[in-house]
């Protein structure tokens, strides 16, 4: 055995210099990393801090309306939402050897959402996730639990899972999926339904999705992620939507009648456009005698007025992206109504404060190859403090968004001027076929900021807009919208 023949003291200075020179690096890395901590948020006991490492084996903990985010070390989350308890047991990555890499976690209570990262889909046969009364393996990537000691619920986001019931063979103590005759799987298309698991039983039950649903017992917030076959059409926020008025529509900078409307062309032409003629005069009829008699000379009217020609102003096109504010702050109303925006057409993106659609007569199809690159018209943003609810307006500078068609990919970026300092966020990630693009999650590769957008045809030219949100730090959160045109 390696040091048997040293005697201890050489063996502890041995072990101290490896932990020195790094060696023991996979400890001190930890297991993951917390990328969102909000409310009472702990680790083992300490508060969790935003970029702090979490070991092996700790607890970890949420309080009421506390949530927590840990970014895997292979990219993959896991997720705690208010009043849980979880722990990751192990995850030891092999990078020679992928498939022999090992994992586990643990949930003993309250609601949790898993998202496989890349070493967990190169070695699913060795993935568990246990709860108090049952097993869980993974056929995907995403799905969220419920457990307590009494019971389990799953459900699927995207992929599948295997589960089973302790008993029978499967035993908190293995590793992997329990895969057994009393396993069951439920799989994202199998829409309305999860599984469940109750003290005692070892075959979960099918049942159709209730007020029991882990995301309907413990709604996620905005800024978790999205589907991905959700791209861009996340719904709008559950929100009290007051009755479409009959105001004009605020669309950027300009004033425009809905276009959902009967418009009245007449009353769009300005009364300086019209020219409106003097009567005009009409020679009373002419009575023909029996005998004709022709006087000397006919009398003709001087002139006849002919009007001028009356000139007809065509209103402004409706652009095929519609947005705006809804949201009123302390000192501005705000300038449209939710249901106004998402009653133009198809619902692109919405946050607490803006939100976009896309009008249906707009239809896109992404080229084939090729990329474009835009330019900011007008853009709106503003950061809220979560602590007192106050929304100010900050600046946005140093804008850019780029769409490769090939790769079907985008790229963004801006900076919000915030007491003087620029920060920069950014946000990459996938453009569908209907020019509908979004990265689904803050915190995805290459990205700082959620955003939900869209491409539409105007005119001759392209046009994007995107919506944008960003938790900036524990206490203040971003909200923003861009509007763009081809370069």
Request: net charge positive.
């Amino acid at each position: 055995m390696l040091f048997a023949s040293l005697p201890r003291r050489l063996v502890y200075l041995a072990l101290l210099m490896v932990d020195c020179l790094g060696l023991g690096g996979a400890r001190a890395q930890g297991v993951g990393t917390v990328v969102q901590a909000i409310g009472d948020a702990r680790i083992a006991d300490q508060a969790a801090a935003v970029g702090g490492a979490v070991q092996p084996g700790q607890q970890l903990t949420t309080g009421l309306e506390s949530y927590l985010y840990i970014k895997t070390l292979d990219g993959g989350f896991l997720i705690l939402r208010p009043g849980s308890t979880a722990q990751i047991i192990t995850y030891q990555i092999d990078s020679i050897n992928p498939a022999n890499s090992q994992f586990k976690l643990e949930l003993s209570k309250g609601v949790a959402r898993n998202i496989s990262g890349s070493a967990v889909k190169t070695a699913r046969q060795n993935f568990r996730f246990n709860t108090p009364v049952a097993a869980i393996g993974v056929r995907g990537t995403d799905f969220t639990v419920h457990a307590d000691d009494q019971f389990t619920r799953v459900s699927v986001l995207t992929g599948g899972v295997v589960v089973s019931g302790f008993g029978g063979g499967c035993s908190p103590q293995g590793s992997g999926p329990c895969e057994s005759a009393n396993k069951r799987e439920l799989f994202a298309s199998q829409a309305g339904q999860m599984l469940q698991v109750l003290r005692g039983q070892i075959l979960p039950q099918l049942i159709s999705s209730s007020s029991l649903e882990p995301d309907k017992r413990s709604p996620p917030r905005s800024d978790e992620p999205t589907k991905p076959d959700a791209g861009a059409r996340a719904p709008a926020p559950a929100v009290q939507v007051a009755a479409v008025t009959k105001e004009p529509l605020s669309i950027g900078n300009s004033v425009l009648p809905d276009a959902h409307r009967p418009v009245n062309l007449t009353s769009m032409i300005p009364a300086s456009a019209v020219v409106v003629p003097a009567a005009v005069v009409v020679p009373a009829a002419v009575v023909v005698p029996a005998a004709v008699v022709v006087p000397a000379a006919v009398v003709v009217p001087a002139a006849v007025v002919v009007p001028a020609a009356v000139v007809v102003v065509a209103p402004p096109a409706v652009p095929a992206l519609v947005w705006g504010r809804w949201q009123p702050l302390a000192d501005s109303a705000a300038p449209v109504d939710l249901a106004t925006i998402l009653s133009a057409g198809q619902t692109v993106g919405a946050n607490s404060f803006f939100a976009i659609a896309r009008r249906t007569d707009a239809p896109w199809q992404n080229p084939a190859s090729g990329s474009v690159s835009f330019a900011l018209d007008n853009a709106q943003a503003l950061v809220r403090s979560d602590t007192t609810g106050a929304a100010s307006v900050v600046p946005v500078q140093n804008a850019s968004l780029g769409v490769n068609f090939g790769s079907g990919t985008f790229a963004t970026k801006l900076d919000l001027l915030l007491a003087g300092q620029a920060s920069t966020l950014r946000a990459e990630g996938t453009v569908g076929k209907d020019g509908l693009f979004g990265n689904g999650f803050q915190f995805a590769p290459g990205s700082n900021m959620t955003v939900q957008g869209a491409l539409a045809n105007h005119g001759s030219g392209a046009r994007a807009a995107y919506v944008f949100q960003s938790r900036l730090d524990s206490a203040n959160t971003a909200f923003g919208i861009t509007n763009w045109s081809k370069q």
